[in-house]
């Protein structure tokens, strides 16, 4: 019987280990831990929660709401673990972070198709292999990874924050390209007057900044992704010669040049999500937020992704992977977790179960299962594998990601739980 190989036991390699386990394929899963470990991490156990607790919503008219209700019914081993020790969080799934280690633990060790071989990996090996590595890979690994992708591996997340296009103020902007060039459409502008302008920049270099850890240090900020705010503390007009120059364009219902001018570009076919152009920030969350905001055309907007400065090694998955995460150069070999581009705890787990279910089918003899793009693990396997946008970022759980109703529901919580409904009925369990 062919077996698998499954490099890493965090949240995506568990999955993905499961997921073979139960269609009778025996898997090798290597763990590093605890012969060696990461900068980020300190258990000996699989799955270790770094960052934080919280799993995120429950309720069925969120979007990570939406996302653990379609692991549930794949049954997901994370999702398993997380009901068993849950912790008081209002309407969030938190978890007691030892407990769900020792809960993934303790199933993946007793499964007698899993045999858990506790070293690093340096070399890809032949055969059908899922790589879950995440995020702080090992270096050895990670040269391997990128010399296999051609260089197509990134090290760092720089990215700007992604706002909804129906949350934006169309009264205080216009579309148009710079100096003419491109589609009249290619480019929101939000433009700011002189006033307007110097009370963000006010607010923007006073703004209170994330804390870094040693393993997200980066001593190599270049000029194209340096953060907003550093650029801001330069001096008053910086950002004006940048990122916010107003050159090029002429406000239609003024008839002049603005004083600034932020510009959004698409980041989905649909157009339904815009990324803030030049605005990647190590700005806390919540200040990104009430900054970014004070941009008139942005005073309502949701913002489905905050930006992040951070160590993150995630491969150019649109130019390398298929929708069930499989890499097209290679067959047999799969990639899954954070370093496919989809950020968060859940979202990493999701791509472990697509990855793995499909190397069990690949090895079975079967077609792939692609899921339907109104469900949320597919769409975050279209994200990851048909990203249009140029600079690929990595994207979380988020209903922007989703097709639009074909009826519109003015109600934000009602057309949420409507598009759950739809993603739910949609969806493709074996």
Sequence with gaps: ?????????????????????????????????????????????????????????????????????????????????????????????????????????????????????HREVEKIPDGVVVVAAGPLVSDSLAAEIDKLCSGRLSFYDAAAPIVTAESLDYDCLFTQSRYDRGGEDDYINCPMNKEEYEAFYEALTTAERAGVHSFDERKDVYEGCMPIEAMASRGADTMRYGPLRPVGLRDPKTGHRPWAVLQLRRENSEGTLFNLVGFQTNLKFGEQKRVFSMIPALKNADFVRYGVMHRNTFIDSPRLLNADYSFRSRKGLYFAGQITGVEGYMESASSGIIAGLNAARYILGEEPLILKNTSMMGALALHASACQSKDFQPMGANFGILPPLPEKIRDKRERYAALANRGLAELSVE
């Excluded at 831990?33 to 799955?47: D, E, L």
């Design 1 to 117: 019987m062919n077996k698998a190989t499954v490099i890493g036991a965090g949240l995506a390699g568990v999955e993905a280990a499961w997921q073979l386990a139960k269609r009778g394929i025996p898997v090798e899963l290597y763990e590093m831990k605890p012969v060696k470990f990461s900068p980020a991490h300190k258990m000996q156990g699989y799955a270790e929660l770094v960052c934080s607790n919280s799993l995120k919503a429950m309720r069925l008219d969120s979007a990570a709401g939406m996302l653990k209700e379609e692991m549930r019914r794949f049954g997901s081993v994370c999702m398993a673990a997380a009901e068993k020790c849950s912790v008081a969080a209002g309407g969030a799934l938190a978890v007691d972070r030892d407990e769900f280690s020792r809960i993934v633990t303790k199933m993946i060790d007793s499964n007698p198709l899993i045999t858990i071989i």
